[in-house]
């Protein structure tokens, strides 16, 4: 883990309250997705125990929604990911530091734009842009 | 002019929530039925809205945050999750109806079948969602609405007895011949219209489309205080001229050209033909407020990028949303139910999940680390907990009164 | 493990006795000095703020590694906390008074006294609903901590 110039100083939330159902918006301001589970990690990485220290390492998304809904379970691996360290501000949204272009999270949109959307005419007209 | 463009949104999220298709005939009905005995719920429907869309767009220009957003991240996926659905089906068979609407105006002024003009109503509000700018999308949608003020021509045209009018109105009792709970169905219904919730879906979401901040703030107040009172007005307008005309003579309303028929008594071919383009307008200004909302909630529920503003292929799923919104809503159509008695009916299922949208809202309003110094004020605290109770009651009785009347019959 | 399985988690004490549910999983987040967001962010920020309007009134934080602090341990089940319950925020009246009169009792837990966290049994559950509810395990000798989060200190402006 990166030490990124931490000023020795925390802010204390809870999960529920401050980040689970928040907005992700990736480093242009584009939302990603919201934020549907946080999973955990040990100190090297590892799976993380009751007691001892954990952290959480990334953001899930997706079908971690249902699995909380609906119950069940799946093997975190398999659920697409957001790295923590990709975390750069937490406001009203959680502000990642990487382009989504780059994120497997984000792959219903790529699939959505390059299969269909960006397919029909005007799909990929700026609106702004005038008439 | 300037002026006049900066209230669109806030005149077009009132078109969508006082005057679209399903309200016009429920305007009508009350009038022709209950007369002006039930103008006092427009006015509270009025205040209400107004409180809960200044909020809802107070939060939007402070935190950058729409409505849903702040739905889902206050309530948690699951009751968030219920609040979608419901919120998703309403939007779909009110967006039902004024696709169904806009063919039924277009019938009335061309006289082709108004089946035939389905295909083409939908692939209109397509493709005005897919290419026109959203402030060019709320000017002309939102203004060419107004022509609705044709009601309220014609009833100084009709020159009535504006005594009888205010004695009807004040003190507010149901007719004599009309059971009480179907005067109480009606003053749900109407309640349940005024404060939709996709209305305050459509303006905040707009507000992030117009890049609010919080400077303004002032910009948001203006667009609450001119256009909700519109909107009203125009209802009231529509309920009174069929007060007048209809009351009377025993008609009991069922269709469109019914309730135009005072506005040609009155005034004629010429304002008939500035109604019909208003009817028309502000139908389709309905269908895309509501075609759009439904991209919005989904879009918010989910955290996927969203907007107008976006090119289509950096909002994909958003699109994607909206195009089956509208193929729904043309399939719905095609089973030939009567998509107006349809949304009257959701509007009453609409009061029962009021509660879910406008608890958030006041919340969210409140909390600093969201609004910083913008945090609600006292009286508009006061006022926000008397009309979450008013929302609570209105939610409980909906369902039964529906029930106990056979929806108002 | 996920925050989502912890959250709704039956809490045992050391003994076996129910104490209650899993309302929320407290961390503490570290703060980062903002200039450290490297070269050229002045123009990703520009143009941040023009997509997405974000108000210098709401708060935001530059943040680096979340660190589990403990549990919120709480006589009852799920719902809608709105986050009142840990504020000192009142209005508007009456939701924040109803909202804390039923989390009364709510206490937080040092993740260092989580003895055992069970995965529900994967066999046919009691219940019925597969999955079930995990299950949180507290050491002998654990401490009930005061639940309340500090109120929003002023580090910026301060």
Known sequence: MTDRGTRGEVRLVDARLHLLSRQVLDSDGEPVRTVDDLELAGPDGGEARAGQEAHVSAILVGPALALRLFGGRAPTSRLPHIAWEDVGHLGTAIELTVPSDGLDADWVEHWLRDRLVGRIPGGRRDPEAGS | MRKMLAVALGVLTAIGGFVDIGDLVTNAVVGSRFGMSLVWVVVVGVVGICLFASMAGRVAAVSGRATFEIIRERLGPRAAGANLVASFAINLLTLTAEI?????????????????????????????????????LENVAGLMGLLLVGFAVALFLLGPDWGELLRQAVPPSAPGNEHPAAYWYYAVALFGAAMTPYEVFFFSSGAVEERWTSKDLATNRLNVMVGFPLGGLLSVAIAACAAVVLLPAGIEVSSL?????????????????????????ATFGAALETALSSGYTMAQYLGWSWGKFRRPARAARFHVTMIVAVLLAVGILMTSVDPIAVTEMSVVFSAVALPLTYVPILVVANDPEYMGEHVNGRVMNALGGVYLLIVVVAAVAAVPLMIATGAGS | MNVGDLLDARVLGPDGAALGVVVDVRLALELRDEPDDGPGDGQDREEEEHDAPLSAHARRDAVGRAVVVGLLVGPRGAGSYHGYERTDVRSPW???????RRHRGTYLVRWEDVAAVDAPDDGAGAGGRPGGAWRVRLAPGYTERPPDLPAARQAQQG
């Open chain 2, 100 to 136: 169904g609407g806009i063919t039924l105006a277009l019938h009335l002024a061309s006289s082709v079948e108004p089946r035939l003009w389905i295909p083409v109503a939908a692939l209109a509000v397509w493709l005005v969602l897919w290419r026109v700018k959203f402030q060019v």
């Open chain 2, 257 to 281: 050209s019914q309730i135009v028929l005072p506005v040609a008594q009155a005034g004629g071919v010429l304002l008939l033909a500035v109604v019909i383009v208003g009817i028309v307008a």
């Open chain 3, 94 to 100: 009456p939701i924040p008074q109803l909202v804390r």
